[in-house]
């Protein structure tokens, strides 16, 4: 699938070259010994999206909350990270500052989640061995979900300054994502946070939500006037990519 003009050759050929490929300076393996490509998938305005780079994306979607049943997509990880990768190219594009969020910012994200993800509370994440197993059973570490909050809050920065003139979300749109999101995904028996202690996050979430809705022409335009390509046909795109997991950029 494409999306605008041409990509520039010798930039994708690179890319497919060191991107997984052995690249100059590096010892040849054996003839006999499997080589692991890392390939390229899509390229937007002339930056790669790697195969890894979507299996990343899906596994750091664990540490967003998801509709029971609802299982790690390789096309939306796709969407994803093309409209995040807009995103930040349009800031830099426009010499806008979004606010560096401060560790003790990202740190108090990674608490909050630690207490108050459903699928931390069933590994008991409040403790450090329980945050650990978790890591460990989700292939993450410490520092891919410091990254991660980094950028997102990073992100949600810059669309919160540019879009959110005028968003208001209400305390019944809040009440109503917490009875009917939150709580069901709670297993039987276990005690979920009262509502007092989520109701910022909640707030986030449907202020993203709507945010979304208004910006999505904006996000549209950027694809039109910039290079978009897919290069691995299995990954189809969804109508209506987000800029970020869980309803969050």
């Not at 410091?146 to 950028?151: D, H, T």
């Amino acid at each position: 699938m494409r999306f605008g003009g041409t990509i520039r050759p010798a930039m994708v050929s690179f890319a497919l070259l060191c991107g997984g490929l052995v690249c100059a300076g590096q010892s040849q393996p054996a003839a006999s010994e499997p080589v692991v490509v890392d390939r390229v998938v899509a390229v937007v305005n002339d930056r790669a999206i790697l195969g890894s780079d979507i299996e990343d994306e899906m596994r750091v979607e664990v540490l967003e909350p998801r509709p029971a049943g609802e299982t790690p997509d390789r096309s939306s990880a796709l969407a994803r990270l093309i409209s995040r990768v807009l995103i930040q190219q349009q800031v830099r594009r426009e010499e806008e500052q979004a606010a560096v969020p401060s560790d003790e910012q990202v740190q108090a994200r990674i608490q909050g989640l630690r207490h108050q993800l459903p699928a931390c509370v069933r590994a008991n994440c409040a403790t450090d061995e329980g945050w650990a197993a978790f890591l460990s059973a989700n292939h993450l570490t410490e520092e891919q979900v410091v990254r991660y909050f980094r950028l997102r809050l990073e992100i949600l920065s810059f669309i919160e300054s540019r879009f959110r003139q005028g968003i208001r979300v209400s305390q019944e749109e809040i009440e109503t994502y917490y009875q009917k999101t939150l709580l069901p995904q709670y297993p039987a028996g276990q005690p979920a946070p009262p509502l007092d202690n989520v109701s910022q996050r909640i707030e986030e979430i449907l202020l993203q939500q709507k945010v979304n809705n208004m910006f999505g022409e904006w996000l549209e335009n950027l694809r039109k006037q910039g290079d978009v390509e897919i290069l691995d046909p299995t990954l189809e795109m969804p109508g209506n990519p987000q800029s970020g997991g869980g309803g969050d950029a």
